[in-house]
């Protein structure tokens, strides 16, 4: 089968490693097509995206690896785009092939302060306490409403980590993930994802950083994306060449279990339904 992975961090944000060695990597497990998705620059101060500066060298490195190794694997070029209030497009700039949308962040009305949803546990109390009244609810919504809302006015073509607000979650510490109101925030988001035709990633990154033992998003969402015809794609986020087919394997089998017969990848230039 083809391998693939076209979520992908290097030295140019907050990965490790130069984007040849993710290239050297993949070849060495087999893959067919990678794709590297720096986190896009942003608006606000940060020290885990990409600078505006270093843009133009990561499209051009890129580029070059792709000639260089043409033969041998497909290279794609995307950028992790956060989605947040005045935000910039990054759809259909000069040399990106792709955009995986995510929301790490949201902002707090009083302070103007940024604070993320999948930071530490520390991160995670801040959020909730600074921006959602300590109401776990109110965040569960709130970040939920920011993917719809992402899905609607800026579709990209794959969506981040769907449930990626477990990742502090383990062992229920803040919300029963089983309850009614937690599944029909999740199931009126698969709803716009269907509508968007974007495709859903499942994403092992949580597992190679040690976050999760099971990828996002959960096994039961899978299953309902089956019914609902949404497309997937199995990505690694990683951060270090090792950890660049993470459980795939298992997630491979896991999804054939489930009932998937395919992934939706970039392949020869388009996107294609690729067997599993
Ligand atoms: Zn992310
Ligand atoms: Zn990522």
Excluded at 22 to 50: C, I, R
Excluded at 94 to 113: E, L, M, N, R
Aim: charged content about 30%.
């Amino acid at each position: 089968m083809l391998k693939s992975s076209f979520h992908t961090h290097s030295h140019f944000d907050d990965g490790t490693c130069d984007l040849e060695d993710y290239v050297l990597s993949a070849l060495e497990k087999d893959f067919g097509v990678l794709g590297f998705s720096a986190h896009a620059p942003v608006l606000f101060d940060s020290d885990w995206h990409m600078k505006q500066d270093d843009l133009d060298e990561y499209v051009g490195q890129a580029e070059s690896l792709r000639e260089k190794y043409r033969d041998r694997i497909e290279i794609y070029i995307g950028l992790e785009a956060d989605y947040y209030k005045g935000c910039v497009d990054w759809r259909n700039k000069k040399g990106i092939d792709y955009t995986i949308g995510a929301i790490h962040v949201a902002q707090d009305p009083k302070s103007g302060k940024y604070h993320s949803f999948d930071g530490t546990r520390k991160d995670f109390d801040d959020i909730l306490e600074n921006i959602y009244d300590r109401d776990i609810r109110l965040l569960v919504a709130g970040y939920y409403g920011l993917v719809r809302e992402m899905l609607m006015k800026m579709t990209p073509n794959i969506v981040a980590h769907l449930d990626v607000i477990r990742k502090n979650n383990q062992g229920g510490r803040y919300f029963d993930e089983t309850e009614e109101w937690y599944r029909d925030e999740v199931l009126s988001t698969l709803e716009v994802v269907s509508l968007s035709q974007a495709i859903l990633e499942i994403n092992t990154g949580g597992i190679a950083r040690g976050y999760t033992k099971e990828p996002y998003p959960s096994r039961w969402i899978l299953e309902y994306c089956l019914d609902m015809d949404i497309p997937v794609m199995v990505n690694s986020d990683s951060h270090h060449p090792d950890n660049i087919d993470c459980c795939f394997d298992e997630v491979y089998e896991m999804l054939k279990g489930v009932g998937f017969k395919s992934q939706r990848i970039l392949y020869r230039g388009e996107w294609k339904d690729v067997g599993l």
